[in-house]
């Protein structure tokens, strides 16, 4: 997984005056959990752009007084009005320690019930995954060429390597419902294959099947 460098500076205060202080000057609060105690530094806003602005995944390398962190990122928060970085949370990485972080969802294939005339639902963009740092995923690639037209994709269907996804089996990932246009052109669910996953370990469909 490809790592993007943010340095910042420790903090010795971690008050309310010291932290609008900061975001006054456009320095966002941020503290790494994880390998002993919490490490609460400042860094610019804009060295977030290549982490939080993009469709990647990537680790996080932040360099604080002359040590270097590698990290992940678990919880950023943005002002409710004006969308600006308020704060953000990381996780230390340990070579032997496994870490939670979401990798986003690339769909290849056209699928069946798409060329049919119905319509492709992408419930998730990103999944959470759970590996050794080693064997984080860049992206999760699902193939949907075999989804006809009431199909869905669940968790449980996608191989996974050196990983587990943090999600209920039966979560839908991506599903293809009938259009307004298929229907009228009478484009037929068949009864056998509606509800199916369109890879090898279906999960049944169920209420709890729902998106986050």
Known sequence: MKSITIQGTKRESVG???????????LVPCVVYGGGE???FSALEKAFKGLV?????????????????????QDIQFHPITDKIIHADFYRLSDDKPVVMEVPVRITG???????????????????VKALPANLPDEIVV???????GN??????????????????????????MSRNAAKGG??????????VATEGEAPATEEAAAE
């Open 53 to 73: 602005y993009t469709p990647e995944a990537h680790t996080v390398s932040i360099e604080v007084d002359g040590q270097v962190i590698p990290a992940v990122l």
């Open 152 to 177: 869905k994709l669940y968790v449980g269907a996608i191989k996974a390597e050196g990983y587990t996804f943090v999600h209920p089996d039966n979560a839908v990932v991506v599903a293809v419902k």
């Open 110 to 128: 056209r699928s069946k019930g798409v060329v049919a005339g119905g319509v492709l639902r992408q419930t998730f963009r990103k999944l959470k």
């Open 16 to 26: 309310k005056k010291s932290t609008k202080a900061l975001r006054d000057a456009e």
């Open 187 to 196: 484009a037929m669910v068949d009864d056998d294959d509606e509800e199916e």
């Open 143 to 149: 193939d949907i060429t075999s989804l006809k037209i």
């Open 38 to 40: 919490p490490l609460n």
